[in-house]
């Protein structure tokens, strides 16, 4: 799944392509690089991000559904709010992404009601505070449970089970520490056979480990994508697609070794 922004204030590319045509330019070259999946945001959830109405956020997105449907690749949209997503799906979105889980009132009903997939991702408190103080008795159950319980909401509304993916939201209310515990035992979340996604491209817990600012993450991404998906993530949200499946290609060439 390849990253594409619109948002002038997006942690890892500045807001480089806050500029509908760059950002096609961009999709256009996630899509050439081998991206199975784009994932399109007009919201930046990074710490302290300031709120954008949903008017503002489908200025952003709108015009990269509309250029991208014909594509051939399924096009994911990042967000949590019930009116994006639903004009997002009726652009030809096929997939909700969203952070909050379906958790803001309407927002499941808006999935029910169509026939799209959805990423249902764990989050601990909001965007705006969620690094402040991040806590748990133990993480793995709570991300697990939280994973659990959303799903079956959204089975309980209709949502065939196959429609759901879940993802342990890697820095989100989270320290390095929960981050790297996360990633390490990925494959103890009982999520009842659920595709796992992974999003650990260029976090922040990359740059505690390697001391690299965000623009410098490449290598520690690429490392990270093979853990997550060793560990089995079957889907990774990432900047750079043509050197994650580069890396891809090296651990599936280790799986397959006679
Ligand atoms: C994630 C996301 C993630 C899912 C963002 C960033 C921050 N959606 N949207 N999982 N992260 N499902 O790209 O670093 O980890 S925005």
């Given at each position: ?26 999709a ?36 990269l ?21 639903r ?133 520690a ?30 651990l599936h060439?280790?799986?397959?070794a006679?």
């Amino acid at each position: 799944m390849g990253i594409v922004n619109v948002t002038p204030d997006s942690f890892s590319d500045g807001g480089a392509f806050f500029d509908s045509q760059a950002a096609i330019d961009h999709a256009r070259r996630l899509i050439d690089d081998g991206a199975e999946i784009l994932d399109v945001g007009g919201e930046s959830t990074r710490p302290g991000a300031p709120d954008v109405s949903a008017d503002e956020e489908l200025r952003r997105v709108l015009p990269l559904i509309e250029a991208l449907r014909g594509s051939g690749v399924p096009i994911s949209v990042d967000t949590s709010k019930p009116a994006v997503m639903r004009a997002a799906l009726a652009a030809g979105a096929c997939i909700v992404n969203d952070v909050y889980a379906l958790r803001q009132s309407g927002a499941a009903e808006v999935v029910a009601d169509s026939d799209c997939g959805v990423v249902l991702m764990h989050m601990q408190g909001t965007p705006r505070t969620m690094q402040e103080a991040p806590r748990y008795t133990d993480v793995i159950d709570e991300v697990g449970a939280f994973l659990r319980e959303r799903r079956a909401v959204l089975v309980a509304l209709g949502v065939a089970a196959d429609r759901i993916a879940v993802d342990p939201g890697f820095g989100f209310g989270k320290t390095a520490a929960h981050n790297w515990t996360l990633l390490a035992r990925l494959a103890e979340l009982d999520l009842e056979g659920a595709p796992i996604l992974a999003g650990v491209s260029r976090k922040s817990m990359l740059g505690q480990a390697t001391g690299r600012p965000v623009t410098e993450r490449l290598a520690a991404s690429a490392a990270a994508a093979v853990i997550a998906v060793q560990n089995g993530a079957r889907i990774l949200r990432v900047h750079d697609v043509a050197a994650t499946r580069d890396a891809l290609a090296v651990l599936h060439a280790v799986n397959d070794a006679p």
